[in-house]
């Protein structure tokens, strides 16, 4: 299911073939991305024109998985190419070469809520970041053109990579200590999950740690609250990024 009739403007280096996204025609006439500024600037996409809840979703999978979550990818050629561009990401931040930031709010990404994530690889250069380029058209190959609308590279010389995951709602008030939790549901899917209060510094999660990718708050949440916050894990630690 393609999104648009989109031009794929490829070019290979010594290591691997690289790509970027450039609009060249629509077969009807998409929403706009409504992004914040920064993200504006730096993609070429158009919004899927269908099931865009869906790419939403595989676009929150990867992001559980960068965070320290299940491998969310299919066996088969092209979602093991999304897997290892995905890995070669994980990598980077692992070593440092790309930071993760915090989430930065919520905002509407072709229609829906969205958690912004940006992750800052200004410290790559050369064949590195050109292979960082090739992420989004790996997910779309595995998953269809349309999950690089909620998780993409930025163009020119914004070195980042942005994320667009699903949020989650409270259907009870969180309040207690680390560990504490309150029922909740993703706003868009309305598929039931967990809340949990958590430090945003790594904290030992015991014998029984919340899953990376579950949602958070560092804070007390009343119900009807939203939350933009998600577990990353490290061993058995968790931090609420």
């Known amino acids: 299911m393609a999104a648009s009739n989109i031009m794929k403007a490829t070019w290979t ?24 500024t920064d993200q504006a600037e730096s993609k070429l996409l158009l919004c899927p024109l269908s099931n865009t809840s869906y790419y939403q979703q595989r676009a929150s999978d990867t992001v559980k998985y960068i965070l320290g979550g299940t491998n969310p990818f299919p066996n088969n050629s092209a979602c093991n190419n999304a897997k290892t561009q995905v ?16 989430a930065s709010g919520s905002s509407s990404v072709c229609g829906l809520p969205a958690i912004n994530y940006k992750v800052n690889c200004s410290l790559l250069s050369g064949t590195a970041w050109l292979q960082m380029l090739g992420i989004s058209l790996a997910l779309d190959g595995c998953w269809g ?20 995951p699903e949020p989650a709602q409270l259907t009870q008030d969180l309040s207690g200590s680390t560990g504490a939790t309150a029922a909740s549901i993703y706003v868009t899917t309305l598929v039931p999950t967990t809340t949990f209060k958590w430090p945003a510094t790594y904290t030992s999660g015991g014998s029984f740690p919340p899953a990376a990718g579950t949602p958070c708050s560092t804070s007390d949440l009343a119900t009807g609250g939203i939350t933009g916050q998600t577990i990353q894990a490290a061993g058995t630690y968790r931090k609420c990024l």
Request: proline share 5%.
């Open 13 to 36: 280096t010594g290591v691997a073939a690289c790509a970027v996204v450039l609009v060249a025609g629509c077969s009807a006439e998409p929403a706009p991305v409504e992004e914040t």
């Open 87 to 102: 890995d070669n990401l994980i990598s980077n931040i692992g070593s440092g070469a790309c930071t993760l930031g915090p």
């Open 145 to 164: 053109s349309g999950v690089s609308s909620f998780f993409f590279t930025g163009i020119g010389l914004d070195l980042s990579v942005y994320m667009d």
